[in-house]
């Protein structure tokens, strides 16, 4: 079985300030992982997603995200929030082996207040 | 054009009816899903199809049919539609990795 949890129903951030959204995952095997971002009435778009390497993975609009493999953790960072960055945040998992579609977490909504 | 189409993008209906959205894609991938999204649950999976030939059941499949009528089209069913069903619903696709690429979705009511 393979899970997603993002403890966090909603984070608040001044803009200009870094940013954190939290994401711990369970899989067996090695995962592949994933953010998406949801804005107001339209599809999840992919941000960025770790497979293997390195483990700080750089995406879209200045967001980044550090693989943890002893934490089982994937947060996803950025240094100086945008007000425009407020949205709905997901991560996604799935192990890398297997026919197997992504699971994915309950969602973060980010506020980012002027 | 998008890349992911849903049809119709809302849809308003009574208890009982079936109900069919339809998702179309150009991206060419292989791997097609059916999302249902409720506030403060996420994204729960319906059905995927990883080719024309394969379909498989999700997490929440219990209510729902799909059909894959070809590479490009995966259609999501209804048989008897009940007011539980309300809800936003996503079409994706995926490359190999799993990279996936969604709708703009379909909100649907049932009445």
């Known amino acids: 079985a393979q899970s997603v949890a993002q403890p966090e129903d909603q984070v608040n951030v001044a803009e200009g300030n870094p940013l954190t959204v939290k994401c711990t995952y369970s899989?067996?095997?090695?995962?592949?992982l994933f953010w998406y971002v949801q804005y107001p009435n339209r599809g999840l778009q992919f941000l960025l997603k770790?497979?293997?390497?390195?483990?700080l993975v750089k995406g879209s609009y200045g967001f980044e995200a550090e693989f943890n493999k002893s934490q089982t953790s994937f947060h996803l960072k950025k240094p100086s929030a945008l007000v425009s960055d407020s949205a709905l945040y997901f991560c996604?998992?799935?192990?890398?082996?297997?026919?197997?579609?992504?699971?994915f977490g309950s969602g973060t909504r980010l506020q980012v207040q002027p | 054009d998008a890349d992911v189409t849903q049809t119709p993008r809302n849809r308003i209906t009574k208890t009982g009816k079936r109900i069919m959205l339809e998702c179309s894609q150009t991206?060419?991938?292989?791997?097609m899903y059916w999302y249902r999204q409720d506030p403060g649950l996420g994204l729960r999976l319906i059905y995927y199809?990883?080719?024309?030939?394969?379909?498989n059941k999700g997490e929440i499949s219990d209510g729902y049919s799909v059909s894959r009528q070809a590479q490009a089209k995966f259609s999501l069913s209804l048989e008897s539609a009940i007011p539980n069903q309300t809800a936003l619903y996503f079409c994706?696709?995926?490359?190999?990795?799993?990279?996936?690429?969604f709708g703009d979705g379909t909100r649907l009511s049932i009445l």
């Open positions: 899989v067996s095997g090695n995962p592949y």
């Open positions: 996604a998992v799935r192990a890398d082996t297997g026919r197997r579609a992504l699971t």
């Open positions: 991206k060419g991938h292989d791997r």
């Open positions: 770790y497979i293997t390497g390195d483990n």
């Open positions: 199809s990883f080719d024309v030939k394969d379909i």
């Open positions: 994706a696709t995926s490359d190999l990795v799993g990279s996936q690429h």
